[in-house]
């Protein structure tokens, strides 16, 4: 197993639930641990957050994520780290 997996600028939206998927689809054999590494979002909205953290619900690994720029777009940080 590798140590470890990073991923980012993966601007969710709201059409992007398959190609979230995809992307981690393997990831429980393949690392330890998961690193999302910014821009997790389009324009930092609630709803495209929901769409990457409904993807990630059968991921069993632990994830470390940072915000980048994108997810300052909308000032809705706060409700973003609830």
């Not at 969710?12 to 990831?27: L, N, S, T």
Request: charge should be negative; aromatic fraction near 4%.
């Amino acid at each position: 197993m590798w140590p470890g997996a990073a991923a980012g600028d993966i601007h969710a939206g709201p059409a992007d639930g398959d190609r979230v998927r995809e992307a981690f689809a393997r990831v429980d054999d393949q690392a330890d641990l998961i690193l999302l590494a910014g821009d997790l979002t389009r324009l930092g909205t609630e709803q495209e957050l929901e769409v990457l953290l409904d993807e990630l619900d059968g991921v069993n690994v632990p994830r470390v994520a940072v915000l980048g720029n994108h997810d300052y777009e909308s000032d809705r940080v706060a409700a973003l780290l609830k």
